[in-house]
Each structure stands twice: as structure tokens, then as C-alpha cells.
């Protein structure tokens, strides 16, 4: 049994079988190596009750676990990150061709008004 406990928030989604509205109105316990002290700050600390759940890591390990895990994220997210200015930078410049291709028609217009 380690010594070493981390209270994390983890989406709800990711543990189905919790409810997080029983969770943050205390009818679901706190799990049996959590402190009433630190489950109640927990709680009170939770960003968002309705969408988070306090998980309680225990052990280097389990820590080890959860970095990984986070960092593996940030990639996924890096990556949609990069797509996502690429489809941008397209934008941009078909809106840029798009307004060259006006101010031409517009003068254009004025010409043949004169």
C-alpha cells in the first residue's frame, strides 16, 4: 500500500458505471483509501461536478500511468491542432483569391459604367 495519493478529474465518460450527479451529492462513497478529508476537498475543488469525476491515483506508477496517458493525448490533440490551421490557411487564401476575384469584377463594372 503506498503512501503517495493524487485526487485527478477524469471526464465521465471515461468510468460509465460512476454517476457524476451521485457523486458530487454524495450518494456514491468515496472509494475506501480516500480520506473523508480529502474527498470532501475533492469535491469541493471538482472544475465541473456535472462532467468530472475525482479519481484517486495511487502510487508512483499509477502516476507514471496517468502522464503517459496525458501525453499521448496531447499528441492526438497536436495533431487535430496542425489540421486544423491547415484548413485555415486554405480558407484564407481562397478568401483572399475570392476577393481579388471581386475588386476585379467590380472594376470591370465601373469601366463599363464610364
Request: aromatic share 4%.
Amino acid at each position: 500500500d503506498s503512501r503517495f495519493q493524487a485526487m485527478v478529474y477524469d471526464p465521465s465518460q471515461s468510468h460509465p458505471h460512476l454517476n457524476p450527479t451521485n457523486i458530487a451529492a454524495g450518494i456514491e462513497g468515496r472509494p475506501p483509501h480516500v480520506t473523508p478529508q480529502a474527498w470532501s476537498q475533492s469535491l469541493a475543488t471538482n472544475p465541473d461536478p456535472l462532467t468530472l469525476l475525482p479519481i484517486c491515483l495511487v502510487g508512483a506508477n499509477a502516476l507514471q500511468t496517468r502522464i503517459a496517458s496525458q501525453q499521448e493525448q496531447a499528441l492526438v490533440l497536436k495533431s487535430y491542432l496542425e489540421k486544423l490551421r491547415q484548413a485555415v490557411g486554405q480558407l484564407q487564401q481562397s478568401t483572399r483569391g475570392s476577393e481579388v476575384m471581386v475588386g476585379e469584377i467590380q472594376e470591370e463594372g465601373s469601366r463599363g459604367r464610364r
